[in-house]
């Protein structure tokens, strides 16, 4: 190699890595404008223009000076709705105002991940010590900042309760807002999903006070959808849509509205993301669904920014070219499209039986069998790795022969395959050289549009697959998550087959009673903390005063037992009644067995009262201040209409 070739091919290396720089500051510059640009507009859209935005990379870094710490985690939830949280660092400063003015007692508590700032007006009898102190317990490590402030009145009805639920449902989140008021209960959080969101909802309400009007305002940020994809099927006159991703709001609108022109009668689901090759998506998504429409039959797939259009030989020819050559002039740029009329089907051959074909089948029991080819015994052996890491090392049987003549891409597509089907509970997958079918069943309400992503990004757009694919809520872990009435009626069930016993005077948990409490555990251990009585009673038997302080024993020996098997037993209450709540006849034995016992009873909150009709009420309150005559002394408030008036203290008593 002589000094002429030395020199090209170093010129040539650094033209090279001097390009790959250039490239890649190209992709940084664009990823950094796209991200700084959706950030503005949606904090333009909420009024947050103190928001200052300064993109690096994949990052986004926050400043400015928010006018309260309110805004300060408006500003965060906003920019979690559009990017990643993890991608978020801020550094918004907070003027620290020593002015609190409030008409009524009510304490805002902000909370961001290891920081707490908690504001508010307090009654004096809970002054700022007792509640700062009470967070430091339950969050540990937590940096709080004081501005409290308290005045000396009395301690307004359901405060003390909506306190205490506010302290307990920090703990369930790293980012939000709680706002206290007696009677009121404000809760905004950010949440890293749809599923968390729906959890958080169910656990704070399980945990609000009763007498409270709790609100919930649970946000989750974007996922990022990798492919961005939308698929449509036309067939016998009907829209099926497997999948569909959107940018924006307007663009999920037009989504739907083009699917309903072209005569779709099926409500659109259809989640927002990031991801989109775009800003035109749901442009290109809306003309290609009128494209279809128009073609009367086929398959549309939008990933990222190919356009694949699949229709049966059954299209006119004439009109598939015409269709398809307005559609390749109407995309926007961003948008490639691929256009395919099949070919009529051949007739049918005595080696139509010998085509290859792999047969996954998982059953309800979680068992996955796998019969059929594969290209050799090293793929047989990583196709049954992958099948034991998705399904159970235990739950697969491999029946695969190997057949070196079959097709290239093989492996790929009973992977996509296997892929697939791991979306469902129990359900079929069929590979062929020329389709993949995928049927079944699924726990998930979006199990459509999972396995579709699973096989277009496994096989790709323009691949053939089918569908068959429904949601059963039966199978909806969400769904099926107990109510506070089902862990009732659980519990009641165990103690009618077996009830909770104790020995004569003893409040020890016994060995047979440990049996029943193991049961009951199990119960509140899927039902988490719910707010029971455990009612301890007696039979008649000794002094009343003795039976009452043995049947609160037992009853609290009962929820110290569940503590010791981790039970959340925080919301539970003990209260023993002695005898005085028979439901036998303590004149025989068997009454008496059947008196001593523990009830479980679910604590439901009390039903909000019916409000007066203020004209009624300035009536009452009038004639209440106004005396008649000379008479100046007070007089009593006249009962409500269909309100029993109250018997004087002198009165005589039936």
């Not at 949280?85 to 020593?98: D, L, Y």
């Not at 790293?174 to 968390?196: D, L």
Request: hydrophobic residues 45%; negative net charge.
């Amino acid at each position: 190699m002589n000094a002429k070739t030395l020199i090209v091919s170093a010129a040539a290396f650094v033209m090279a890595v001097v390009l790959a720089v250039i490239v890649a500051i190209v992709a940084v510059n664009t990823i950094e404008r796209r991200t700084e640009r959706s950030l503005s507009r949606a904090f333009a859209e909420q009024g947050l223009t103190w928001v200052q935005i300064a993109p690096d990379g994949l990052q986004a870094t926050l400043s400015g000076t928010a006018p309260d710490e309110s805004a300060r985690i408006r500003a965060l939830r906003v920019a979690g709705s559009v990017i990643d949280s993890a991608r978020i660092n801020e550094t918004i400063e907070v003027p620290i105002s020593g002015t609190v003015v409030a008409p009524v007692f009510r304490i805002e508590v902000m909370r961001n991940r290891d920081t707490l700032s908690v504001i508010g007006l307090v009654p004096q009898a809970n002054d700022t010590g007792p509640i700062v102190e009470r967070l430091r317990e339950a969050l540990p490590g937590t940096e709080i900042s004081d501005m409290l402030q308290s005045s000396d009145h009395a301690v307004p009805g359901g405060w003390v309760a909506a306190v205490d639920f506010a302290i307990r449902a920090l703990a369930e989140f790293e980012v939000g807002r709680i706002s206290v008021t007696a009677g009121r209960i404000e809760v905004e959080a950010q949440v890293p999903s749809a599923e968390a969101a729906r959890a958080l909802e169910t656990r704070l309400r399980e945990l609000a006070p009763r007498g409270q009007v709790l609100t919930l305002d649970l946000t989750a940020p974007r996922p990022v959808a990798a492919p961005f994809l939308l698929r449509v099927d036309l067939a016998d006159g009907t829209f099926r849509v497997g999948a569909c991703s959107a940018d924006t709001e307007e663009a999920r609108a037009r989504i739907a509205a083009a699917l309903e022109a072209a005569g779709s009668q099926r409500r659109l689901a259809c989640a927002l993301a990031l991801g989109a090759p775009s800003p035109r998506w749901g442009e290109a998504a809306a003309l290609a669904i009128g494209a279809l429409s128009q073609l009367e039959a086929g398959e549309l797939t939008l990933s990222d920014g190919d356009v694949s259009l699949v229709v049966p030989h059954t299209v006119p020819e004439a009109r598939f070219d015409r269709v398809v050559g307005r559609l390749e002039q109407t995309l926007p740029d961003a948008f490639t499209l691929t256009a395919r009329r099949l070919d009529p089907p051949q007739a049918e051959t005595a080696d139509e039986n010998r085509r290859p074909e792999m047969v996954m089948e998982l059953s309800e029991e979680g068992h996955l069998s796998l019969v059929g080819r594969l290209p050799d015994s090293r793929i047989r052996d990583a196709v049954g790795a992958f099948a034991r890491a998705r399904f159970g090392a235990q739950s697969v049987e491999m029946a695969a022969r190997v057949d070196a003549t079959l097709p290239q891409g093989w492996s790929i597509r009973v992977l996509t395959a296997l892929e697939a089907l791991s979306e469902l509970h129990h359900g079929r997958a069929v590979v062929r050289e020329d389709l993949i079918r995928v049927s079944g069943v699924s726990g998930n309400p979006d199990v459509t549009s999972q396995v579709t992503q699973a096989l277009v990004q496994g096989i790709g757009s323009e691949g053939g697959f089918q569908i068959d694919v429904t949601y059963d809520e039966a199978l909806d872990p969400v769904q099926q998550t107990p109510t506070p009435d089902d862990c009732e009626a659980r519990i009641r069930s165990i103690l009618a087959e077996d009830k909770i016993t104790f020995d004569p005077g003893s409040t020890e948990i016994n060995e047979a009673a440990g049996r029943v409490i193991d049961r009951i555990a199990t119960v509140l251990q899927e039902c988490g903390e719910m707010p029971f009585e455990v009612a301890g009673h007696t039979d008649s038997q000794g002094r009343e005063e003795t039976n009452l302080r043995l049947s609160q024993a037992r009853a609290e020996a009962v929820i110290n037992a569940l503590l010791a098997r981790r039970v959340l037993v925080g919301s539970m209450v003990a209260r023993g009644y002695g005898d005085a709540h028979p439901i036998a006849d303590n004149g025989t034995e068997e009454g008496r067995e059947a008196n001593r016992r523990i009830e479980f009873t679910l604590i439901r909150p009390e039903p909000e009262p019916e409000p007066i009709d203020p004209a009624l009420e300035a009536q009452l309150e009038f004639e209440i201040q106004t005396p008649t005559g000379d008479d100046t002394r007070p007089r009593a408030r006249p009962p409500l209409p269909d309100t029993p008036a109250a018997p004087a203290e002198d009165a005589p008593q039936d």
